[in-house]
């Protein structure tokens, strides 16, 4: 089955500085590539998404960019802000059937003002 | 109109005890799922079910079921409560047949805790 690993488990970026959070997947059947922002309490939310045919993806200040050689993605938020501080979740999968998500362990990313 | 709904939103239980959690979707998916978030939230499947297959993750106990009166419902049935079960649980839904089209939709959780 699929894995997948997040690096950082924690990340404390001053406000208006990037942040850059890393994942690798193992399978390579994998084609769908999520990430979820989770406030404290709250369910995950999808912020952005990229799949297997498209190296890199943007919306505002947050992008998205697909190694698939290398089976590792990356979420970059530039300038941010102190409502950007929540758990980030990256996740795979291959789509097929009823597939679910694969999640890596998470990243808490803290917006220090 | 909210898309996932689950209930109930807390449930404290004792161990041993039976008890369900339910959840409805009005997306008109053909997937549902639940996650299991533990204490560390780590988020992981525990069940996938469309109107043609359950596919379950062989860590999740036989104390755990899941019940699909319909394509809209998927209910978690869990039997014999243990402490370690205490989490909070999401359920999701997505369309199929689109090979990753994403589409995911959380419910807002049910965090269980078992005493």
């Known amino acids: 089955g699929e894995n997948v690993e997040q690096h950082p488990s924690t990340l404390s970026v001053q406000e208006g500085d990037s942040a850059v959070i890393k994942c690798t997947y193992s399978?390579?059947?994998?084609?769908?590539f999520p990430w979820y922002k989770q406030e404290l309490g709250k369910r995950p939310q999808l912020i952005i998404d990229i799949r297997s045919n498209v190296g890199e993806k943007k919306d505002q200040r947050i992008a998205v960019t697909l190694n698939k050689t290398a089976k590792h993605f990356s979420l970059h938020i530039t300038e941010t802000q102190p409502e950007d501080s929540a758990v980030y979740f990256c996740a795979a999968t291959s789509g097929g059937g009823a597939d679910g998500l694969t999640f890596g362990k998470g990243t808490h990313l803290i917006i220090q003002p | 109109d909210t898309a996932v709904s689950q209930t109930p939103k807390y449930l404290v239980t004792q161990m041993g005890n039976d008890k369900s959690i339910k959840c409805e979707q009005n997306l008109g998916h053909d997937t549902m799922y639940w996650y299991k978030q533990d204490s560390k939230k780590f988020l992981k499947i525990m069940f996938s079910y469309n109107n043609k297959e359950l596919i379950i993750n062989e860590t999740v106990p036989n104390r755990f079921s899941p019940k699909s009166p319909d394509k809209a419902h998927l209910n978690l049935h869990i039997n014999s409560l243990e402490l370690g079960d205490s989490a909070v649980y999401f359920c999701?839904?997505?369309?199929?047949?689109?090979?990753?089209?994403?589409?995911?939709?959380f419910g807002s959780g049910t965090r269980l805790t078992v005493v």
């Open positions: 399978d390579s059947a994998s084609n769908y």
């Open positions: 999701a839904s997505s369309p199929t047949g689109q090979g990753g089209s994403g589409g995911y939709t």
